[in-house]
């Protein structure tokens, strides 16, 4: 579990620092979206402070109530932020951009967004680093998915496909790819 922790709490410096980041770009842009995007973010923080309470309350002794232990609470918290990552994160970026595609302004400060962007980038692919080394050593000669399937902890790889996920997003967003960035976006609907 110390491994695990270790990934954890590399996942929450770079949240917070993203969030951080974004708050930042919100202040001098004054950009409703950014600062959405910075509470997604310190969401995101929150759900690496929820695996740390799952690994904490699984490694309670049993008691009364509990005879085997409370070793599930690992999952039931994994869960949790499962259901954070993809109903809040998802459900306000997809809130997010069917107001912006209903009500489209002119884009201001582009530099704010991807100084966001890119640092985002670094501090997402920190965390995924650390991430994937434990990840790595957790695997024991096993294929990827043989070891997600095998494994009995599931905090490290929670932490890498969360990272995963957010590094192929801002990925999929540099400047030349996002067309949603350039003004003329509706011409090419």
Not at 82 to 96: K, T, W
Not at 159 to 175: H, I, K, Q, T, Y
């Amino acid at each position: 579990m110390a491994e695990s922790k270790k990934a954890i709490y590399a996942a929450i410096g770079g949240n917070l620092a993203i969030a951080v980041t974004k708050f930042v770009a919100a202040a001098f842009t004054g950009s409703s979206a950014m600062l959405s995007e910075g509470i997604h973010s310190l969401v995101d923080t929150g759900n690496g402070g929820l695996l740390l309470l799952g690994i904490k309350q699984s490694q309670k002794p049993p008691d009364d109530d509990h005879p085997l232990g409370h070793g599930k609470e690992l999952y039931f918290w994994t869960l949790i932020v499962a259901v954070l990552i993809f109903g809040v994160g998802g459900g306000v970026s997809a809130y997010e951009g069917v107001l912006h595609l209903l009500h489209p302004s002119e884009l201001k400060n582009v530099a704010w967004s991807y100084a966001v962007l890119c640092s985002s980038m670094a501090f997402e692919g920190f965390s995924f680093y650390v991430a994937w080394k434990q990840f790595q050593a957790s695997k024991m000669g096993r294929g990827i998915w043989q070891s997600i399937h095998a494994s009995k902890d599931p905090t490290t790889f929670t932490v890498l496909f969360e990272d995963s996920l957010g590094r192929a997003a801002r990925f999929a967003c540099r400047p030349k790819r996002c067309f949603l960035v350039r003004p003329t976006w509706r011409s090419q609907l």
